[in-house]
């Protein structure tokens, strides 16, 4: 019997001695692409980290913030490219059998990505001096920025494409192999390269950009030929801008606080603010991440929404032991030892009762989008009032706690967002209808 074998017929075994009863077709499928999902995301996720943390330790928390700003930054710019049609491309894949659809599904959605590529890009060569000014980051900076943002596109449409598909395993291996080039290619910086943010820039860019370019060799059949099909983007668009908002805000809350920590403090403080935070979802958001990748195309096609929800009630009270013990384990360890930076309890403990709150919210969240346009809607007002509580504290918060306040601004929009999707999820699965 092979790991595999036995890692499967374990889980297997757990899930039929909590819930009392044998695991479907479905459950079994959805297992298996849990696993193949969570080796691969394990793997990308430890070597990105192992670069963050050496990364981090060498540059120190000046340089380091600089890239985390790149970072942050580049997911701002990221918002507008292929505004309203990502997610939409996952949900329209996820529920057609078609191949015949599925081409025109994509070819569309691929013309619709790299005409906003094109156009967002000229914007931000053309006026990067005066965006860089307005947001306190240097030039080379922002330049480092709009490039990395690039490469994240083109991985993003990849990722979607092959989720939509169904296609979990192929997904896998290209995050792995991606990620196992850009790590070598790490080491190779770290030897040659003295005191610089392009050790940790390069290899991350590197990742995207590869898995991006596999991506297109692997999908060109379903790419090619290009041909716009109007009623198909209709559809797919009706869903996505309502992931469109949900990205916007959720792209906000996982960046506004270090932005502003760089406009208000400085680039050494979004340094130790960022240990603290990768430290925090190393393990969970591997975790939430993998079951997120598999869980959203699955929800998608299955129509027992009352089933699928009583199971996640069940598991949330083990979803948070686990989560409390990992992220206070990983968090000391991490900051303490591998950054080597200074470990402050009261900034340590405010990260792990966010964490705890952030993974409950991230699996309710993407069970009520699987529900079509009306689940989605009802995510993006949470995900939306929660991003402007978050601007509003972080600007209140961090003069006075610097550090502390950013993460307390977190804290609380996260624990309030979890609170209102429970209680919305719990209420609502009854009367919800796909669209």
């Not at 939409?88 to 619709?112: F, H, N």
């Not at 297109?216 to 790419?223: A, D, G, S, T």
């Not at 990205?247 to 050494?268: E, S």
Request: aromatic letters at 14%; one cysteine or more.
């Amino acid at each position: 019997m092979t790991i595999k074998t036995r890692i499967i017929t374990l889980i297997q075994k757990t899930y039929s001695g909590i819930f009392k009863k044998r695991m479907t077709l479905e459950m079994n499928t959805f297992i298996e692409s849990m696993f193949f999902v969570f080796i691969a995301t394990g793997i990308a996720k430890s070597l990105t980290l192992i670069m963050n943390y050496f990364g981090g330790r060498i540059l120190g928390p000046g340089l380091y913030g600089e890239y985390t700003l790149i970072i942050s930054v580049a997911a701002f710019l990221v918002i507008p490219i292929g505004l309203g049609i990502l997610g939409g491309i996952t949900k329209t894949l996820a529920e057609t059998q078609s191949y015949s659809r599925q081409r025109k599904i994509v070819s569309t959605a691929s013309i619709y990505l790299i005409g906003t590529l094109i156009v967002m890009t000229a914007i931000y060569l053309i006026f990067y001096k005066q965006i860089a000014n307005a947001i306190h980051i240097g030039n080379n900076l922002f330049i480092l920025a709009i490039l990395f943002a690039l490469v994240n596109v083109g991985a993003s449409l990849i990722g979607s494409i092959l989720l939509g598909l169904h296609k979990q395993k192929t997904w896998a291996y290209m995050t792995a192999i991606s990620n196992l080039i850009a790590f070598c290619i790490f080491i190779i910086a770290v030897l040659s390269i003295n005191n610089s943010l392009l050790i940790i820039y390069v290899p991350t860019s590197v990742a995207f950009f590869l898995f991006s370019i596999i991506g297109f060799l692997l999908l060109k059949k379903y790419i090619f030929p290009l041909k716009f099909n109007r009623p198909i983007f209709k559809e797919t668009f009706n869903y996505g801008i309502y992931h469109f908002f949900i990205i916007i805000a959720n792209t906000v809350l996982g960046n506004v606080d270090k932005v502003m920590l760089g406009f208000m403090i400085d680039a050494v403080s979004v340094g130790l603010y960022q240990a603290y935070y990768l430290s925090s979802i190393m393990i969970m958001g591997v975790l939430s991440g993998v079951f997120v990748q598999v869980f959203f195309p699955t929800a998608v096609k299955l129509q027992d929404k009352k089933g699928i929800l009583k199971k996640i009630n069940k598991m949330i009270p083990l979803t948070i032991i686990t989560t409390l013990v990992l992220t206070a384990i990983f968090e000391y360890v991490g900051v303490k030892y591998l950054y080597n930076y200074e470990f402050f309890l009261s900034t340590a403990s405010i990260f792990v009762i966010t964490t705890i709150a952030t993974t409950v919210f991230v699996i309710y969240t993407t069970f009520l989008s699987s529900f079509g346009v009306a689940g989605v809607k009802k995510t993006a007002i949470i995900v939306f009032l929660g991003m402007f509580l978050n601007i509003l504290l972080n600007y209140m918060l961090i003069p006075k706690f610097q550090i502390n306040g950013a993460a307390i601004a977190t804290l609380i929009s996260y624990v309030l967002m979890c609170v209102a999707s429970i209680l919305l999820v719990n209420k609502h699965t009854k009367i919800y209808k796909l669209t």
